[in-house]
């Protein structure tokens, strides 16, 4: 990659493993000096100013050295899982952007996708286009957030408020296309749920142009700044061996050396149709996992320009499969055709019938490998919801990339892991 | 010259009142300055342009609950907030912001107190200031308390060597301690700031760690410490710690002015020095916009790193330059 020979740097990563054998999921306090003064026990949540939602972290400390830490998760359990099982399979997909509230547009995309795969539904090209259009730009939402609040745990304020106006310019696309600004429900079994609005394209555009400039300028306050570099750089490691033994994805694996996008090795919708590049940078710090988020960012944004580019020749086109036994018809028909209002009676009040099978779909979410893993019992609601994590299996990796780090470290690193609780917990 | 002492006492009750004013709108000025670089507002509800901002928080730390937690230890609880109060107001005492007065049948110093060593009693001010930092911090019984004490304590006794060495360039150039004569010194050459260009730098970067302003926020790091050596405390208490720190800013900067930036003195205005207050008070919001515009770009530091900049860095730089400075003066003479 271009990114890792500018930067110039030795390859600071250590060799071998940290991961003791069985892998734990905390780091433990040497028994030596386990109980005496010297340690320091603090509690870094459940409330905690960045703790990125309710994490809770005891952490034991040497002076400001973290020499112990255990990471405690389920304070926001909610139950989505066990309550999707409770509910007809279209009003289960309100529940999957909840999951992880800043990917929402890939969560929902996972659990849809996990529906039509069942049903083997065709889904109609306009459709699918825009459904990757959304989730780029979900990408870039999360990215941005992602970005803001790390700056910010490292003392560079007013980032955060940079990252903020342009994830506003993609929460108004959001609006101007579902009407919601986050958790859209946009995505509908068989294809959208609403046509694309006439607006939306030039407005998507003004945003692509302007995305690269922002990016830069988040350039020029961190990348260029002595300070951000030292405070980021050599930091958090984790060797590729590690990463793919802790079960890491998404940008922390990507940062660690480990050349796998889910995007591009397993395609789902059209990533195949598209040209974009994965970055890969191979110091697996802080540092890069920061790289590796910037330049997604830039990625994804061309991304969203070849989905433009092909669906604003296809207006006119349909935007959801006509299979009347789970898409709802036209609300117009409802007034003149009998066989349409039963289907609609039918659906909405019981919900449409998956066939009996189990599926496993896999989505690139900003955090890394986000998998549905679907069984139905040929009902109308889903027999078993569950969700692969990436947020889980990062969190697991605090353990072995905290180890001899500083009190400040461990809040870069924890954030450069960019967990989400609510998709921890679930 | 000498003003009878009554004089001196209503001196001292103005600036006092004016340092604290100048202390309530500097939080405000902050929060609007660090708004319109953040793409925000600031305030802007309480009196025009939200001018009374200041007197809202004030009133609303006086009403509020002085929260004092069961395990903290009463009396050094209570005196911390009091002594780096105390100390911040009275270093100002001897920062020089006029050439002085006839008013009438008497003479009016443009400094409160002249003292012929006032640059000592500022250093030693500033460190008794530190005690209530770190006693507060230690008797609130907290672990985030402690910690942010024990970065206080570090840091500020560290960075206070490198400030001491700084300014030793000027009193070697200028052959005095007392500030009124080292601005005297400036009015009819160059401002130190130019042969002093070096110490004033290092003077700059320390005071910005003593004042514990970003990018050396260490012992109050939202993020990390919750809120530093002042987590347990609410009210007043707590208000009194921010306005030693303001306040603080304030006397650092009109040090900075006093020794490197001519005091009072305006470049090509020798006939108008009755204005002096005026000049003083423009360079001093230039120094405050600058700290305000570092706390809004920068990242922060991290301990270690602090503590090597300060010890391997600024301390090697303003040895060498005092020594130079001393060297040159002798070899001058």
């Not at chain 2, 939200?50 to 395990?71: M, Y």
């Amino acid at each position: 990659m271009a990114v890792a020979a500018q930067s110039g740097r030795a390859d600071p990563i250590y060799a071998g493993t940290r991961i003791p054998s069985p892998i734990p999921t905390q780091l433990d306090v040497d028994p030596a000096v386990r109980g005496t003064d010297d340690i320091l026990t603090v509690n870094f949540g459940p409330n905690h100013p960045s703790t990125h939602g309710v994490l809770r972290l005891v952490v034991d400390l040497d002076g400001e050295i973290v020499v112990g830490i255990a990471a405690k998760v389920g304070y926001v359990h909610t139950g989505f899982e066990k309550n999707m099982e409770q509910k007809s399979w279209w009003k289960a997909i309100t529940y999957a952007p909840r999951i992880d509230y800043l990917a929402y547009q890939a969560n929902e995309l996972v659990f849809v996708l996990a529906i039509e795969k069942l049903l083997g539904l065709e889904v109609p090209p306009k459709a699918t286009w825009m459904r990757m259009l959304l989730a780029e730009l979900n990408r870039i939402h999360s990215h941005l957030v992602w970005l803001g609040t790390a700056a910010l745990e490292l003392g560079a304020i007013s980032m955060f408020w940079y990252t903020f106006r342009e994830r506003e310019m993609v929460l108004d696309l959001s609006e101007l296309v579902a009407g919601y600004r986050m958790h859209t429900r946009y995505f509908q079994t068989g294809g959208l749920a609403e046509d694309i609005p006439a607006g939306f394209y030039p407005e998507c555009r003004k945003f692509v142009e302007w995305m690269p400039k922002a990016i830069a300028d988040y350039d020029g306050l961190l990348q260029k700044n002595e300070i951000w570099g030292e405070r980021t750089r050599g930091l958090g490691l984790l060797n590729r061996a590690d990463a793919i033994a802790l079960g890491q994805t998404g940008p922390v694996l990507r940062a660690s050396g480990v050349d796998w996008d889910l995007r591009r090795d397993d395609p789902y919708l059209f990533y195949d149709r598209v040209r974009f590049r994965v970055p890969v940078l191979p110091h697996g710090d802080t540092y890069d996992r920061y790289r590796v988020r910037i330049e997604e960012m830039r990625a994804s944004v061309e991304i969203v320009e070849q989905c433009l580019d092909r669906l604003e020749r296809m207006v006119g086109e349909p935007w959801i499969a006509d299979d009347r036994k789970v898409v709802l018809p036209p609300r117009e028909e409802l007034h003149t055709s009998m066989e349409s209002l039963i289907h609609h009676f039918k659906i909405v009040t019981e919900g449409y019938r998956v066939p009996e099978g189990e599926v496993y779909v896999a989505v690139e979410s900003p955090r890394g490998e986000l998998g549905c893993y679907v069984v139905s019992d040929g009902g109308t609601r889903p027999w078993r919801v569950k969700f692969r994590a990436p947020s889980f299996a990062a969190l697991e990796a605090t353990a072995t990339t905290v180890q001899g780090a500083y009190i400040a470290d461990l809040i870069a690193i924890v954030g450069s892991l960019d967990t989400v609780m609510g998709e921890v917990d679930r | 010259m000498s003003e009878p002492w009554w004089v001196s006492v209503i001196k001292a009750l103005v600036i006092i009142n004016l340092v604290l004013l100048t202390f309530a709108y500097t939080t405000l000025l902050e929060r609007k300055l660090l708004a319109r670089m953040q793409l925000r507002f600031g305030p802007n509800r309480a009196g025009p342009y939200g001018l009374l901002q200041p007197i809202a928080d004030l009133v609303k730390l006086v009403r509020k609950e002085s929260f004092f937690p069961t395990a903290a230890i009463d009396a050094p609880y209570i005196l911390a907030p009091v002594v780096s109060a105390f100390t911040a107001l009275a270093a100002f005492a001897v920062i020089p912001f006029g050439n002085g007065w006839n008013i009438w049948r008497y003479h009016v110093n443009g400094v409160v107190a002249n003292v012929p060593i006032s640059l000592i009693l500022i250093f030693a001010l500033g460190s008794i200031g530190i005690y209530g930092f770190i006693v507060g911090g230690w008797a609130s019984e907290s672990k985030y308390s402690l910690l942010g004490s024990m970065r206080t304590c570090a840091q500020l006794v560290s960075y206070e060597v490198s400030l001491a060495l700084s300014v030793l360039g000027v009193v070697i150039t200028a052959g005095s301690l007392s500030l009124v004569q080292i601005v005297h010194n400036q009015a009819h050459s160059l401002w130190y700031v130019v042969p002093q260009a070096v110490g004033f730098l290092v003077f700059l970067i320390s005071g910005v760690a003593e004042t514990s302003r970003a990018p050396f926020d260490l012992p109050e790091a939202e993020q990390e410490l919750v809120a530093g050596y002042h987590t347990e405390y609410s009210g007043m208490r707590w208000g009194l710690f921010q306005m030693a720190e303001y306040v603080n800013m304030i006397t650092l900067s009109g040090l900075a002015i006093t020794l490197f930036l001519g005091g009072w003195h305006f470049p090509f205005a020798h006939g108008v020095d009755f204005l002096g207050p005026l000049w003083f008070f423009v360079k001093l919001l230039a120094l405050l916009f600058a700290f305000i515009w570092l706390r809004a770009t920068l990242p922060r530091l991290r301990y270690d790193q602090l503590m090597s900049f300060g010890w391997k860095i600024l301390l090697p730089v303003a040895t060498v330059n005092a020594l130079v400075t001393a060297l040159v003066v002798v070899w001058a003479n």
